[in-house]
């Protein structure tokens, strides 16, 4: 995959995402265990820690070296501490902080050439998983707790 197209879907990803969750009330996004354990804020919290990692990986693949993910032992573990470590912050914050991150990550893979990816064998793949696909799957699982709530709402009238 070209570098254009993943920053394309990166792009395309992101803006789903906010589109589906635009027009949700505070309380519809910070209902507890909504999805799973988490609330839609929690996955938005979750979104933007994994661009974080995305950021600071891309970092130090660009100096030549693969990223040594070792810090995280227990996924699911790493996942439910760092999100409940930011719960306190506010919807607007979380929105902002997961735009910027990843428009931070998308400059920051348009400043590589094209040559040096080629020479590494394109895009890392993790790279492209981070910023498009798992996008992609909590996007599609808020998808389904707002069309849920439709329905509820649908049928309560």
């Known amino acids: ?3 254009t197209e993943i920053v394309e879907k990166a792009n395309k990803s992101i803006n789903e995402l906010f589109e589906i969750i635009d027009d949700m ?3 519809d ?5 909504a999805i799973g354990n988490w609330s839609v804020k929690d996955i938005l919290n979750h979104l933007t820690i994994w661009e974080e990692e995305a950021a ?4 130090i693949w660009k ?3 693969e990223p040594d993910w070792s810090h995280i032992r227990d996924l699911d573990q ?3 501490i760092t ?7 506010n919807l607007t914050k979380i929105k902002s902080q997961l735009q910027l991150i990843h428009n931070g990550v998308i400059e920051n893979i348009k400043s590589v050439s094209d040559e040096e990816y080629a020479k590494r064998g394109g895009a890392p793949k993790w790279l492209t998983n981070l910023i498009t696909t798992h996008i992609g799957e909590h996007t599609a699982r808020i998808l389904e707790y707002k069309k849920t709530l439709e329905h509820a709402r649908q049928k309560s009238a």
Do not use: C, T
Request: charged share 30%; no cysteine.
């Open 25 to 27: 009330s505070p309380q």
């Open 83 to 89: 999100v409940k470590d930011r719960r306190k912050n």
């Open 78 to 80: 790493f996942n439910d």
């Open 29 to 33: 996004l910070a209902a507890a265990k």
């Open 1 to 3: 995959m070209l570098i």
């Open 63 to 65: 100096v030549g070296i």
């Open 56 to 59: 600071k990986a891309f970092e």
